[in-house]
């Protein structure tokens, strides 16, 4: 970055990058059509909370993930210690930060952005800041859907209890993660469904235990596939996992870093009395998704 452009510095958790967050990062772009301000996401390097209790809630979107989608909207990021700012002042913060290191002409910020030591400071801080250095602020309203604000609180519910679709909505798009593939017991073959198996990482979210429509990308290309979550109640000693049979799909993934979306919750985990009765079930599934897969909309919704 150039040390005269100025840039649209957008404020916020972005844990999610949900609709919410989106419109915060519109706002930056509408700064550089008017004055040609770089849009910049400022982003912390852990979750705050991580910092000042210990624990923080469980990712509903993993960073590297979330920086991909960052870039592919076309905003740079910029990645700041929380340590280094967790005790400044709201206006050492203001011009530590946003004036000296990311020569910001332009603020963009949701309704409810708290910043400064113990969120001492607010929108009517911000915005005494902005008008005394100069600095052009925008503030978005919430988002709402369903009569309710969009929140990662509430997209981690949704995923929680299965609702994806409502996950989803909130999202702007498919709710996914990437993860390796490690060897599973191969058993998949043995009913003609080949599948991978990813493990989740520690403090990403867990989906409720299901089967599930969705989707994977293999090389940058779509697949519409089936997903069960949970402990595979049809086999013995198993942990919790992600286990994806992709549809018109054929060859050796063990060891990358594969994407897996989720569409829609089909069923409840089934304990099966024979591997008969379990290939004919996901048959049944392998259709639903492909259905669900040809049918969904650019916001990951049927």
Known sequence: MNSTTKTAVTLGSFDGLHKGHT?????????????????LVLLFD?????????????MILQPELRDELIARLGAGKRIVSF???????????????????????????????????????????????????GVELKVTPPVDFGGKPVSSTRIRQAVESGDISLANSMLGREFRYKLTVVDGQHRGRLI??????????????????????????VDGKEFPSVTNIGLRPSFENEDFRSETCILGFSGNLYGQEIEVRLLQYLRDETKFDSMNELSEQIGRDAEKSAEFFEKRGGNGNV
């Not at 419109?23 to 849009?39: N, R």
């Not at 946003?98 to 910001?104: D, H, M, R, V, Y």
């Not at 003609?192 to 990308?217: C, E, H, L, M, W």
Request: glycine share 10%; aromatic share 10%.
């Open 23 to 39: 419109a915060v990062i519109s706002c930056a772009f509408e700064m550089q059509k008017k004055h040609g301000f770089l849009p």
């Open 46 to 58: 852990r979750h705050p909370m991580l910092t000042i209790a210990g624990k923080s809630p469980d």
């Open 83 to 133: 340590r280094e700012v967790k005790d400044m002042s709201c206006r050492e913060f203001f011009e530590k930060i946003l004036i000296e290191k990311l020569n910001a002409g332009g603020v963009c910020c949701g309704w409810n952005y708290r910043f400064g030591k113990n969120n001492e400071g607010g929108i009517e801080e911000l915005k005494a800041l902005c008008s005394e250095h």
């Open 192 to 217: 003609g469904a080949p599948t991978i198996n990813q493990r989740f990482d520690s403090g990403f979210v867990k989906p409720k235990k299901g089967v599930y429509a969705s989707v994977t990308v």
